[in-house]
C-alpha cells in the first residue's frame, strides 16, 4: 500500500484561529477533508499525519483526540517526511523539475489560511477555488 501524508494545521484542522500552542487545537476540519481522506483509505493507501506538533507529546495526544472527535481515521501522526506518493501540504510549493522561478514563488508565498478568519471565510474561499478548478 502506498502512503499519502496529510499536513494538520491547514490542511486537515482549518487553522482559522492560528497557532495557540501544541496542545489547543480550536477549530473545524476543512470542509471535505474527511470525505477525501475515506476515499483514500478506501483505496487501500496509508493516510498519515504529519505535523510539527507531534514534537511534543501533548501535541501528538492533542491531533489524535481531534482526530477521534471529528471521525477522520488515519494510519498514523509523524512529524517526519516518511516515503509517500503524494504530500498534501498549504505551505508546499510544486516542483517540476524547473528550478527557474523559485525564489519569487517561495518569498511570494502565502498559505490559504492568511485569508481566512472566520469559518464563512473558509467556505467562501473554498468555493472560490472550487470554481477556479471548474473554469479548467
Same mark, same amino acid.
Given at each position: 500500500?502506498?502512503?499519502?501524508?496529510?499536513?494538520?494545521?491547514?490542511?486537515?484542522?482549518?487553522?482559522?484561529?492560528?497557532?495557540?500552542?501544541?496542545?489547543?487545537?480550536?477549530?473545524?476540519?476543512?470542509?471535505?477533508?474527511?470525505?477525501?481522506?475515506?476515499?483514500?483509505?478506501?483505496?487501500?493507501?496509508?493516510?498519515?499525519?504529519?505535523?510539527?506538533?507531534?514534537?511534543?507529546?501533548?501535541?501528538?495526544?492533542?491531533?489524535?483526540?481531534?482526530?477521534?472527535?471529528?471521525?477522520?481515521?488515519?494510519?498514523?501522526?509523524?512529524?517526519?517526511?516518511? /516515503?509517500?506518493? %503524494?504530500? #498534501?501540504?498549504?505551505?508546499?510549493?510544486?516542483?517540476?523539475? *524547473?528550478?527557474?522561478?523559485?525564489? =519569487? !514563488?517561495?518569498?511570494?508565498?502565502? /498559505?490559504?489560511? %492568511?485569508? #481566512?478568519?472566520?469559518?464563512?471565510?473558509?467556505?467562501?474561499? *473554498?468555493?472560490?477555488?472550487?470554481? =477556479? !478548478?471548474?473554469?479548467?
Amino acid at each position: 500500500m502506498a502512503n499519502v501524508l496529510f499536513d494538520f494545521d491547514g490542511v486537515i484542522h482549518s487553522y482559522i484561529s492560528g497557532w495557540k500552542g501544541p496542545e489547543n487545537i480550536p477549530d473545524p476540519p476543512v470542509p471535505g477533508v474527511k470525505e477525501e481522506i475515506d476515499k483514500l483509505r478506501a483505496d487501500k493507501y496509508n493516510v498519515y499525519v504529519f505535523s510539527t506538533r507531534s514534537r511534543f507529546p501533548e501535541g501528538r495526544e492533542a491531533i489524535e483526540k481531534w482526530l477521534f472527535n471529528w471521525g477522520i481515521e488515519v494510519d498514523g501522526i509523524t512529524m517526519e517526511k516518511i /516515503p509517500a506518493v %503524494a504530500i #498534501v501540504d498549504d505551505r508546499a510549493i510544486g516542483f517540476v523539475g *524547473i528550478p527557474d522561478g523559485l525564489y =519569487r !514563488r517561495i518569498v511570494e508565498m502565502v /498559505p490559504w489560511t %492568511a485569508y #481566512v478568519k472566520t469559518e464563512r471565510d473558509m467556505e467562501k474561499k *473554498i468555493e472560490s477555488f472550487r470554481k =477556479r !478548478r471548474d473554469e479548467y
